[in-house]
Nanobody, 124 residues
Framework: QVQLVESGGGLVQAGGSLRLSCAAS????????AAWFRQVPGKEREAVAA????????YYVDSVKGRFTTSRDNTKNMVYLQMNSLKPEDTAVYYC?????????????????WGQGTQVTVSS
C-alpha cells in the first residue's frame, strides 16, 4: 500500500503558476504509476496528467497541454505537477493518485490510492 499527501495548492491570479507536490509513503513508490486528477463541484473527477513508474511516459489532457508538466523523483518518493499560465477554469480540487498497474489510465477507477486533495483557485 501507499499513502499520498498533496501540497502546494492555493490562490493565484490568472497567468500565474503553482507547483503541486505529492508525497508518497508506505511502499516502493517506483512500483506505482501516478496521476493528477481534478474535480469541481457537480462534475466528475477529470484526469489532468499521468506519469509512468519511471517517468518515461506521460499523459496530459488537451486543456493543459503546453501549460502543465508532471514529473517524479522516486528517490524522494515525490510526484509533482507544475502548472503555468493558469486560467480560472483550472480552479478545482486537485488529487494525486497512484496505482500498481502502469497503464497511464485516465479514469478514477484505475487508481487504488488517493490523496486528500488540495484546492487550487485561479482568480480572473
Amino acid at each position: 500500500q501507499v499513502q499520498l499527501v498533496e501540497s502546494g495548492g492555493g490562490l493565484v491570479q490568472a497567468g500565474g503558476s503553482l507547483r503541486l507536490s505529492c508525497a508518497a509513503s508506505g511502499s516502493t513508490f517506483s512500483s506505482y504509476a501516478a496521476a493528477w486528477f481534478r474535480q469541481v463541484p457537480g462534475k466528475e473527477r477529470e484526469a489532468v496528467a499521468a506519469i509512468s513508474r519511471l517517468g518515461i511516459n506521460t499523459y496530459y489532457v488537451d486543456s493543459v497541454k503546453g501549460r502543465f508538466t508532471t514529473s517524479r523523483d522516486n528517490t524522494k518518493n515525490m510526484v509533482y505537477l507544475q502548472m503555468n499560465s493558469l486560467k480560472p477554469e483550472d480552479t478545482a480540487v486537485y488529487y494525486c493518485a497512484a496505482d500498481y498497474r502502469n497503464g497511464l489510465t485516465k479514469v478514477p477507477s484505475g487508481y487504488d490510492y488517493w490523496g486528500q486533495g488540495t484546492q487550487v483557485t485561479v482568480s480572473s
